[in-house]
């Protein structure tokens, strides 16, 4: 194994790289899933080959997309749960596939919970915003619904990808009352809007957000006019490396997204596939552990990672 990378690795790779698995907890539990694959097919002969192979699929993952904190924080849930064993081999494969099945379990779990804890946060009447595609946003939005309030959405189209339109499908098929803007149309909006609503790829030790480019703009719209700010979002996408202070790297992706090069020569093209939202302009975040402002960020990542 060691000499070539397994074909589950390599495929979750190029399926994350493609986006054709995106979203941030989405890419976690895939990458746990892609653990779990590897183990089962792997034919180690010692406990240190099967280690250094898993290590070496985790690194691989890891490397696929650089924002979602949720995919290092689930290769780590896995690999520290091996590497702390004394298990002989093939307990220790049991274990790597045990850990998997729990952290895609945990997550599923959350991302109800979340729904639920985010519901009472929704009023009936309220118009909400959100934008790109993030599910525990939705499970926020979608379980209000489904309690019976009176609920409707604007959401942005979320440019270059357009994931805003998978969420106004997701909305619609649910029976939500949606809208769906283009994403300079935000501001124009914001005088409809009660509260907005959207997910998050990781949040630093501070309380910053870091989620889909045009997050930020909303916030700044939504501060303005004195409009709620919610963030929806697991422990896992709590990012550890914060607390000593690294910063999140933003995904910069091809510039064929955004227009086509040959087209425009002579032309710098950019496209940053995320921002940063200040924590002054997030009025909360709603994990499963509870409603948190941002300030108290750094002690989900004390609490949850402590022992990196
Ligand atoms: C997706 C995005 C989502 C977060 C949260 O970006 O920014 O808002 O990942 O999603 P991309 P979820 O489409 O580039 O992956 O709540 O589903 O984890």
Redesign the pocket.
């Known amino acids: 194994m060691t000499h070539h990378m397994r074909d589950e690795i390599t495929q979750t790779v190029k399926k994350i790289k493609s986006?054709e698995i995106?979203?941030?907890?989405?890419i976690g539990r895939y990458a746990a899933a892609a653990l779990k694959a590897y183990t089962i097919n792997c034919d180690a002969r010692s406990r240190d080959e099967f280690v250094r192979g898993l290590e070496e699929a985790g690194e691989t993952l890891i490397d696929a997309r650089p924002t979602?904190v949720?995919l290092p924080n689930a290769v780590k849930f896995v690999l520290r749960r091996v590497r702390d064993s004394d298990l002989s081999l093939e307990g220790l494969k049991e274990l790597a596939v045990r850990s998997a099945d729990a952290f895609i379990e945990n997550s599923r779990q959350a991302v109800r919970t979340i729904g639920e804890i985010g519901a009472k946060r929704i009023s009936d009447g309220d118009t909400i915003m959100t934008h790109?595609?993030?599910?525990?946003?939705l499970s926020v939005i979608k379980t209000a619904f489904s309690q019976g309030k009176d609920i409707r959405v604007i959401a942005s189209e979320a440019r270059p990808?357009y994931?805003g339109r998978i969420t106004v499908k997701q909305l619609a098929e649910a029976g939500v009352p949606v809208t769906l803007i283009v994403d300079s149309a935000v501001r124009s909006f914001m005088k409809d809007v009660d509260k907005v609503v959207?997910?998050?790829?990781s949040i630093a030790a501070n309380g910053a957000v870091i989620?889909?480019i045009g997050t930020s703009q909303i916030a700044l719209a939504a501060h303005e006019a004195r409009v709620l700010f919610f963030v929806?979002a697991e422990t896992y996408k709590f990012h550890p490396d914060t607390l000593v202070g690294e910063l999140v790297e933003i995904e910069e992706r091809d510039k064929k997204e955004v227009a086509d090069p040959g087209e425009f020569s002579g032309v710098d093209i950019r496209n940053p596939?995320?921002d940063i939202t200040p924590p002054e302009y997030v009025d909360l975040i709603i994990t499963e552990k509870g409603v948190i402002p941002p300030q108290a960020a750094i002690m989900i990542i004390k609490e949850e990672f402590g022992w990196i």
Do not use: I, L
């Not at 995106?22 to 989405?26: D, E, P, Q």
């Not at 790109?132 to 946003?137: D, F, L, Q, R």
């Open positions: 986006m995106r979203g941030a907890a989405n979602a949720s790109c595609n993030s599910s525990v946003a990808r994931q959207v997910g998050a790829d989620n889909k929806a596939a995320f």
